[in-house]
């Protein structure tokens, strides 16, 4: 499936040229409007400070507070297993800019991002799903490694599961202002045309509902792709590389990167809920050096 025409969605998202990372600082946000329903996802859309906004947005989360609007506000009460703080991970730049005269974080101008509500039950998301516009929250972050495309990559695959497959859209929009081409191959039911709102319309999008034909569009787009990106809810790292060695004449060790799944609970290493494995049979940290990894790496 090829959608033909150009998005000017992606020309907003290139204005920002601040450092990638705010470190583990402590904000408030702004709901600018209710969870909306596109299809089978759920998306957020935040206002934070500007400062906050990182120029690259693929694999960068914060941290939110659940239960307390923001840290000057009574929490709610009842529910202990709420309060731990849920990652939210950035997928897009909001729409419209707002008028950064009237910002609510003083002297800080409004930056607008849009997040990925998980579909897991969980009683923090669904919170947060249920939080009406202008409602405040509190935040720690961002998080996340840079992990930015090639400059000399020209054909880009994406390889997912329906549930996160917006997770991998940022990397998309940098390819194609790039000049080049990206294929997504997702996960999922054949029938599901979720993801067509929210993706570039020049990326060409395969649906895979069946083991056999996700092998099959594997063998189809390895051979000709330069860099490769994927979620660990598609294909494991062992997996992946198996797919890799079958049809690719080669495994660089920077062609293939993983946005691996991890408990990121606390953004500083400290609770170690979030350890992955990685070659030769030690552990790293995903909220450290991660979320996004190099395949390579994690391959033991």
């Given at each position: 499936?090829?959608?033909?025409n ?12 601040l ?9 408030d ?32 989360y ?6 307390s ?95 996160d ?18 294929s ?18 020049d990326?060409e ?21 330069d ?47 979030c ?5 030769g ?20």
């Amino acid at each position: 499936m090829q959608r033909s025409n150009r998005s000017s969605k992606r020309d907003q998202s290139r204005t920002n040229t601040l450092p990638s990372t705010g470190g583990a600082q402590s904000s408030d946000a702004l709901v600018l409007k209710s969870a909306q329903a596109i299809g089978r996802y759920h998306v957020l859309e935040l206002g934070l400070p500007q400062r906050l906004v990182p120029p690259a947005l693929f694999g960068k989360y914060i941290l939110v507070r659940c239960g307390s609007p923001s840290e000057t506000e009574e929490p709610v009460r009842g529910n202990w297993e709420i309060y731990l703080r849920r990652p939210l991970f950035m997928f897009a730049v909001g729409g419209a800019q707002p008028d950064t005269s009237a910002s609510p974080f003083g002297g800080d101008p409004m930056g607008v991002l849009r997040f990925l509500l998980p579909a897991a039950l969980d009683p923090g998301y669904a919170w947060l799903a249920k939080l009406p516009a202008a409602a405040r929250l509190n935040l720690l972050g961002p998080f996340g490694r840079d992990a930015c495309l090639d400059a000399h990559a020209r054909h880009l695959l994406l390889v997912a599961d329906v549930q996160d497959a917006p997770l991998l859209l940022p990397l998309a929009d940098q390819m194609l202002d790039q000049g080049g081409r990206v294929s997504l191959i997702v996960r999922g039911p054949a029938s599901d045309r979720s993801l067509l709102a929210l993706l570039p319309i020049d990326v060409e999008l395969h649906l895979a509902d069946s083991a056999e034909r996700f092998e099959e569009l594997l063998a189809e787009s390895l051979p000709w792709s330069d860099a490769l990106y994927a979620s660990q809810s598609a294909s494991t790292p062992q997996s992946l590389a198996g797919a890799i060695s079958r049809h690719r004449a080669t495994f660089e060790p920077d062609y293939a990167h993983i946005l691996v799944q991890a408990d990121l609970a606390c953004g500083y290493g400290g609770c170690m809920a979030c350890v992955v494995p990685r070659a030769g049979g030690s552990l790293t940290r995903a909220c450290i050096h991660g979320p996004v990894f190099r395949l390579a790496d994690l391959l033991r």
